[in-house]
């Protein structure tokens, strides 16, 4: 364990500590390769093409501070290492509403990735800042994003794994239910749809419940995504 690098690491999410002091704030979180940091490059009005890898890639940025934000091509590398802060003038983006609140302005955060194979530094120093963002942004909304097909396959392992972080992070985090939304990525077209989001999810729980009935975490996540009545879905 390099206590150095993690306590670097820590130095630079203090600096969004502190850009996140006092704002409202929507939170982005997920695992690696999810899409957290394209998903903050489009709703800042970045625009994108596709090349001929299938990938997207950012040619005209409209919001400076995305400038920071780097994008990675690879779902297993996350090229984002410490929280980062992205102000975002909602009148820009053609917004007028923010919740129930007329606002001007909101920030969002951008986060490492869940799960990547960067050490235990990243996850630790970020775990500190995530907590304490959490603790000084003036309003808050966790935008979890994530691949609803890889997380509902595979024994239900990226949902697990995203459920017992956000325990950690959020202990009882059934209860703050109206401020965490959902994003879902990477989803064709034919299936975006809160119904058939419905199905997949009502399979992962009725299973889970059968074969895991005391995984109160896993079926507290599931069950939130099920109930999620407006959640965004993008392709890919």
Do not use: W
Not at 10 to 22: I, W
Not at 66 to 79: A, D, F, M, P, R
Not at 96 to 123: C, H, R, W, Y
Not at 204 to 226: C, G, R, V
């Amino acid at each position: 364990f390099d206590i150095a690098y993690m306590l670097q690491l820590y130095k630079e999410t203090e600096v969004a500590e502190h850009s996140l002091t006092g704002q409202d704030t929507l939170l982005f979180l997920g695992y690696t390769g999810s899409g957290k940091s394209t998903s903050i490059h489009f709703l800042s009005g970045t625009r994108f093409k596709q090349t001929a890898a299938g990938h997207f890639k950012p040619v005209a940025v409209r919001n400076a501070a995305c400038e920071k934000i780097q994008l990675s091509h690879k779902v297993t590398e996350s090229v984002t290492r410490f929280i980062s802060a992205v102000p975002l003038k909602l009148r820009d983006v053609g917004v007028k509403q923010f919740g129930t609140d007329a606002k001007d302005n909101i920030m969002l955060g951008d986060t490492p990735g869940f799960f990547d194979s960067e050490g235990a530094e990243v996850d630790v120093a970020n775990g500190l800042g995530i907590v304490n963002a959490v603790g000084k942004a003036k309003s808050l909304r966790i935008v979890i994003v994530m691949d609803l097909m890889a997380c509902t396959g595979n024994r239900f392992e990226a949902a697990k794994k995203l459920a017992y972080t956000l325990a950690n992070i959020i202990p009882n985090f059934k209860q703050y239910a109206p401020y965490i939304d959902f994003i879902f990525t990477k989803v064709p077209k034919e299936n975006q749809n809160v119904d058939k989001m419905q199905n997949i999810l009502e399979i992962a729980l009725d299973e889970t419940q059968k074969s895991n009935p005391h995984d109160s975490a896993l079926i507290d996540f599931l069950q939130l995504m099920y109930n999620t009545s407006d959640p965004m879905f993008v392709h890919p």
